[in-house]
């Protein structure tokens, strides 16, 4: 008898070692050998803090704030001890489920007949510990814990795709910040030289040398650059505030650099396509949806055929008060349940984990065209924008000194008025502009680095990138 038990578990143990489903195979991208508008540089941005290259004390400090006290980053973070939870959850359907039980009745009723009574009340008692077990035989809880280790390393992906769009999020709107600030200062600083011009020209006016018309138009210039002020201080607070959100904190002031004291990298080593899949985050999280869905495929087709499963029983029962007077019980059974009538019902779902796998792959590839996408679209944005500063900033210089040459003729008696406004609004136009096109220059370094899926590593990654 116990070598046939012995028998019988091996042929289970060893038939269970199959499992339903396709196993899963990762999907082919035809990625493109190199970048069409970056060259071939060896990659190197994994482990790089990028935002450090601005060599910013107020940027790092405030990305170092963000990572540890925002809401949305804390959130992720609980999402990886949660998938981590359901794993272990999992796993547990794979072994036996043991409960224990204990009965007492006390009653006169006869055990031997239904109906009877006994003259003296009978002690009733049983303790036992059933044991269920349903037998893995066509690998229905394997799938189950392939897909749930799939999507624990997916919320651990995610949690990396959330970090890095923060760090670039607080980057972007520090550098907004800058802008305003500065735009705010050309403000303030052009509405002191044009009072300075209007209180001129009140002069010139009273003593009758100029017409009203200038007066006019210096009092129209004074009142452009005074209404400018709280637009650009609007901004700014309203920019700072979304900055303190991000940091997870009441709106605060924040003391700032000029936007010009950022530096610029020389280069970035940008890689290849076939290393940027292989790092970016919501890349690898797709996949491992990818995976998890796969193996859904299995608990489907699973579910079509009968369920095996082992059950046994040990106690003790008797009649008394004492379980010292009771006797030693045991039992030992099998179960086969299978679907035999549901209209389909089972074929349905087979097909629906297919179609929804089908899903999880396109998601998959587009998530790839989007990486190589955007990491175009951030070269080309950095070699457009560098062109468009160095124009930028020859306007504003020869505004600069246009405005300078005029007031000069002016003063002079050489030219009108007309002049002065027009190199004075020109002037103002070119230092606006060339505030706001150094911060999108700014911003298309940090939109590449979050292409390029690097830039911020757990504290095991970082320690091991240092031995």
């Not at 008898?1 to 091996?10: H, P, R, T, V, Y």
């Not at 289970?12 to 035809?30: D, F, H, I, V």
């Not at 794979?94 to 109906?115: D, R």
């Not at 009574?117 to 229905?140: C, M, Q, R, V, Y």
Request: aromatic share 10%; proline share 3%.
């Amino acid at each position: 008898m116990k070598k046939s038990l012995l028998i019988f578990f091996i042929v289970l143990g060893s038939m269970s070692a199959c499992m339903m489903g396709p196993n899963y195979q990762k999907p082919e991208s035809n990625l493109p050998s190199a970048y069409k508008y970056g060259g071939t540089v060896a990659d190197s941005v994994l482990n790089l803090s990028w935002w450090k290259i601005f060599n910013d004390g107020v940027l790092n400090e405030l990305i170092d704030s963000a990572i540890v006290n925002n809401q949305n980053a804390l959130i992720a973070a609980t999402r990886i001890e949660e998938a981590r939870s359901i794993v272990g959850f999992t796993r547990a359907d794979m072994y036996p489920k043991v409960n224990g039980s204990v009965n007492y009745n006390f009653t006169n009723q006869l055990v031997q007949g239904l109906g009877e009574t006994n003259e003296d009340p009978l002690h009733i008692f049983s303790a036992n510990t059933p044991l269920n077990w349903e037998i893995d035989f066509w690998g229905k809880f394997r799938r189950a814990n392939e897909a749930a280790r799939a999507e624990m390393v997916a919320s651990e992906f995610g949690y990396r795709a959330i970090m890095m769009a923060l760090i670039t999020e607080v980057t972007i709107n520090y550098f907004t910040l800058l802008d305003f600030n500065q735009r705010l200062l050309i403000a303030q600083r052009t509405l002191e030289s044009r009072r300075e011009s209007l209180r001129i020209i009140q002069e010139k006016f009273s003593e009758g040398y100029i017409p009203e018309i200038d007066l006019n138009q210096a009092q129209i210039q004074e009142a452009i650059a005074q209404a400018a002020i709280p637009a650009f201080k609007r901004s700014a607070r309203l920019t700072e505030n979304s900055l303190n959100v991000l940091l997870g904190r009441f709106p605060a002031t924040i003391e700032t650099p000029g936007i010009y004291a950022q530096k610029l990298p020389d280069s970035i080593p940008i890689g290849f396509p076939s290393q940027l899949i292989a790092r970016r985050p919501d890349v690898l999280e797709a996949e491992y949806f990818l995976v998890a869905q796969n193996a859904r495929i299995g608990i489907a087709e699973a579910q079509r055929f009968p369920a095996i499963g082992l059950n046994g029983l040990i106690g003790i029962a008797g009649n008394g008060t004492s379980f010292t007077t009771g006797n030693f019980v045991w039992g030992v059974g099998g179960s086969l349940a299978a679907p035999l009538i549901n209209i389909g019902k089972n074929k349905r779902r087979v097909e629906i984990e297919k179609a929804r796998t089908q899903q999880a792959r396109y998601n998959y590839q587009q998530a790839v065209i989007t990486a190589v996408s955007e990491v175009e679209n951030s070269l080309i944005e950095i070699e457009t924008y560098k062109e468009e500063l160095v124009a930028t900033q020859k306007r504003m210089e020869a505004a600069q000194n246009a405005a300078s040459l005029s007031l000069d003729r002016y003063n002079g008696g050489v030219t009108s008025y007309l002049e002065v406004l027009e190199s004075d609004r020109s002037k103002f136009d070119a230092e606006l502009v060339a505030s706001q096109t150094y911060r999108e220059f700014l911003n298309a370094y940090i939109k590449l680095y979050k292409a390029l899926g690097g830039g911020w590593i757990n504290r095991d990654e970082a320690t091991n990138s240092q031995n």
